[in-house]
C-alpha cells in the first residue's frame, strides 16, 4: 500500500520509524509541509520509546496555531521549528499509549493480502496501471486547488459525524476529510452537491 499507492500519489518523505530520530526529523524536514511516512514503527523498547517521541513531534505539528519548538545547537545557537506535516505511521501492531496521540490518529486496518498470491498480484497491477506519475501528478493538483472545498464541507460535516459515531471532533474531523476528498476529488462533486448527496 505504501509503496503502489501513498508513495506515488502523496510523494511523501519516507523514513525508518524505529530509528529516525526526532533531531534528524527536525532538521531534516524543517519548514516543509511534506507527508511524512513512517514504516517499520514497532519494535521493543527502545523503538517504543522512539515512537513516543515521534508522536510528540507529530502532535507539535498539527495545527495552525500550535507555539514554535525552540531548540538550541551545539554552538549556542537558537533554532525555532514550526512544523506543519501530516504523519503516516505504518506498523503490524499499532500500540499507541497516549490518549492525547491517540485522538490525532486516524486508524486504518486493512484486510491481510488475498489468500492466493495471483489475487494480489492482480491488485498489485491494477494499482500500477492507475497510479502512473502523470495520474498522480493530476490528483496532487486536483486536491490543492479544491483544498478550500475539501475543508469547508469537512467543517459542515464533522459534527453531525461526532453526534452519529460518538467520536470526538477531532477525531470526526479527520473522518471528514475523508469522506469530503471521496466526495470531492474521487466522485468529481461540488461542495454544495456533496452536502445534498
Known sequence: ???????????????????????????????DSCGVVFDETEGGDRAKENRRELFLVMRQSTSDNSPVVGKSNKDQGCIDYKMKNMFM????????DDEADEKRILR????????????????????????????CRRIRSLTWSKLGDIIKLSE??????SEVTGMDLRSSFAEALIISCYFIIWRG???????SD
Open 108 to 135: 486504518v486496518n486493512l484486510k491481510k493480502k488475498p489468500d492466493s498470491e495471483s489475487k494480489w498480484k492482480n491488485q498489485r497491477n491494477e494499482l500500477l496501471r492507475l497510479c502512473t506519475e502523470e495520474n
Open 189 to 195: 462533486m461540488s461542495r454544495e452537491e456533496s452536502l
Open 1 to 31: 500500500v505504501i509503496e503502489h499507492l501513498v508513495t506515488p500519489i502523496a510523494a511523501p518523505q519516507f523514513f525508518n520509524g524505529a530509528e529516525t530520530t526526532p533531531p534528524y526529523l527536525r532538521a531534516k524536514i524543517a519548514a
Open 156 to 161: 459542515e460535516i464533522d459534527e453531525i459525524i
Open 89 to 96: 505511521f505504518a506498523s503490524i501492531h499499532a500500540g499507541v
